[in-house]
């Protein structure tokens, strides 16, 4: 197997160059000492920390070649997808079609999921989210409003 397919190794180097960036954005501030840090120390020390840690993972590919799982792209569309359509229709419908509108859309993201399971779970966790955003945080929002 290729190493460039192995997960473990694509992990080390997303993780080399995310230090790396760190360490070259955070090089222009201040250093210090450890008695005195400056704005620069704390940063620039996560930065080599996770620079080193990624140069492990990516060796430790070396002896345990585990291929990337298939990507599937349907909870990136969807979920996303229900938190935009969560959004559109609070103000129009109120936070309970909202609610479960996007209960249900973010829940289809899995394939083996059970419609009647989802609507349990709205029904369930929508009433409770609203009780806690409503009355036990004061947010104004309707529950249902059919004004358009």
Same mark, same amino acid.
């Given at each position: 197997m290729n190493i460039l397919q192995s997960?473990?190794?694509?992990?080390?180097?997303?993780?080399v160059l995310i230090g790396f960036f760190?360490?070259?954005?955070?090089s222009?501030?201040?250093?210090?000492?450890?008695?005195?840090?400056?704005?620069g120390f704390? #940063?620039?020390? /996560?930065?080599?920390?996770?620079? $080193?840690l990624g140069v492990v993972i990516a060796l430790g590919?070396?002896?345990r070649q585990e291929k990337l799982p298939k990507l599937n792209l349907r #909870?990136?569309? /969807?979920?996303?997808?229900?938190? $935009?359509i969560f959004a559109l229709l609070i103000p129009r419908v109120g936070f309970g079609p909202a609610g479960v509108a996007t209960v249900?859309?973010?829940?289809?993201?899995?394939?083996?999921?059970?419609?009647l399971h989802l609507l349990l779970l709205a029904m369930g966790l929508v009433p409770a989210v609203w009780l806690l955003f409503a009355v036990g945080l004061g947010v104004q929002v309707a529950f249902i409003d059919w004004s358009f």
């Open positions: 997960k473990d190794f694509l992990a080390g180097l997303a993780a760190v360490i070259v954005t955070t222009g501030y201040g250093f210090g000492t450890p008695r005195q840090m400056g704005p704390f #940063p620039l020390t /996560l930065g080599v920390m996770l620079s $080193l590919a070396l002896r #909870p990136y569309i /969807l979920v996303p997808f229900a938190i $935009l249900m859309l973010a829940g289809i993201a899995e394939p083996d999921t059970r419609k």
